[in-house]
RNA sequence: GGGCAGUUACCCAAGUGGCCAACGGGGACUGACUGUAAAUCAGUUGGCGACACGCCUUCGGAGGUUCGAAUCCUUCACUGCCCA
């Protein structure tokens, strides 16, 4: 139950009672519990935020038990209510198609190719018709929807809440029951798709309502709002190990119990070590993090290559040397400086660039240049800021 | 169907005829500092440029009024509220 959280001891209480039953009963009949998770593939780039529950799901494949991963193609043409971009564009079957595809892909990190079933709801959604849905309907209220946090947000600022958003709900719900789960695994802001609406929908259809396991919520790198792109403070995981360890680098010190609980593989044993480590002193909160970092790294890069991005960022940021790897430009020797930023891609416009000379932000191997309109004296590693070089040579 | 309010740069949000490339906040970027790409402080944040506050593009879309509009008018689109 590592890293869950359903803001209520009794519901916790609850659920655990349940899974644990469940698990004696699934033992008794010889097969194992029935785990998912629904992901909307609305957007194609996931980021460590979206593993959390993949983490969860994990850990269920390695205790032998059968997970799926259920893409929402179906649901994905309403989009997830606690979304706040609520007015995107339906997707059309490609889209979602191939969103699905690389989603599955970049899953497939953390989870287990062979032990994973892939399905996709539009294959019983797609078939409910529209007697179903009422039927399905019937059993909730608009109170229930109005007294959900997100919607009553909204409700009381005055923004648009559409009729079809409180379907996506039931659907989910209807998902839990055409695959008769077990359990399914989401974060605080599917408390109630999974307690409420699932277990509602698979008691009214006949069948043993799923337990919930509800996982906190993974906060972006300012280490206090939730991880998301819109944001701007998410770590992507299609990226490169020294990216993701810098960035992993840059959260607060005081996100760091929440990373390591909802992230790493560690149990919470390591956990323990570590933050005992951390409250007498012997252990120092950057080494802490940098442990941090390299764990996340690793789970998605392997080891050999999150040593790399350790020793990479203690060369750069700690003896602020230049990385190993810096891409090549061959440029002309008339070039001016701007011109060859530019050409490079440093900066985004000569304005910017102009910009960045005058901030002292732009070096030649080490040397601040002051001048934009020069052409460089020597060829060498040309850098921008702290983290962004090219090595430069003369045609 | 009717009435009212709104649509501003990456996001939020000022601005109601010239001093607006557009206040402020967030974010991002640069520098100093440091235990890191943290925190803090300072600066920058449309493009072009012979670097002169000179030119070009931007304030939902399209027209119009005016020497001059993000600001006024017309119209279209979208959103919210109230009434039916």
Known sequence: MQGTE?????????????????????????RPLRIYCGFDPRKADLHLGHTVPMNKLRQFQDCGHEVTFLIGNFTSLIGDPSDKDILRPQLTPEEVAENGRTYAEQAFRILDPKKTIIRYNAEWLSKLSFA???????????????TRENFKLRWEKGDA???????????????AYAMRSDVQVGGTDQLFNIVTAARKVMTYMGEKPNIAIILGILPGTDGVVK??????????????????????????????????????????????????GLKDGSLHPRDAKMKLAREVTASFYGESEADQAQD?????????????EVPETIISRDQSLLDIL?????????????????????????????????PLQHEGVLQVGKRHFVRVKFA
């Open 161 to 175: 809440i559409y009729l079809h958003e409180t379907f996506y709900s039931i659907m989910q719900g209807y998902d």
């Open 227 to 276: 991880m998301s792109k819109s944001l701007g403070n998410h770590i992507p995981i299609n990226t490169n190990a020294e990216d993701m360890f810098g960035k992993v680098m840059s959260i607060p010190d005081s996100a760091m119990p929440t990373y390591s609980r909802l992230i790493t593989r560690w149990t919470p044993a390591d956990i323990k070590v570590i933050e005992d």
């Open 342 to 374: 530019v050409a490079c891609q440093l900066v985004g416009s000569r304005s910017d660039g102009r910009r960045m000379v005058e901030q002292k932000g732009v070096k030649l191997d080490g040397v601040v240049l002051t001048d934009g309109k020069e």
């Open 312 to 324: 990479a960022f203690i060369r750069l940021f700690q003896k602020h040397d230049v990385p190993d």
């Open 6 to 30: 359903y803001g209520d001891e009794a519901l916790k209480q609850a659920m655990k009672t349940e899974l644990k039953q469940r698990l004696l009963e699934a033992e008794k009949e010889h």
């Open 132 to 146: 179903d849905l009422i039927k399905l309907a019937s059993n909730f209220t608009v109170q229930q929807f109005l």
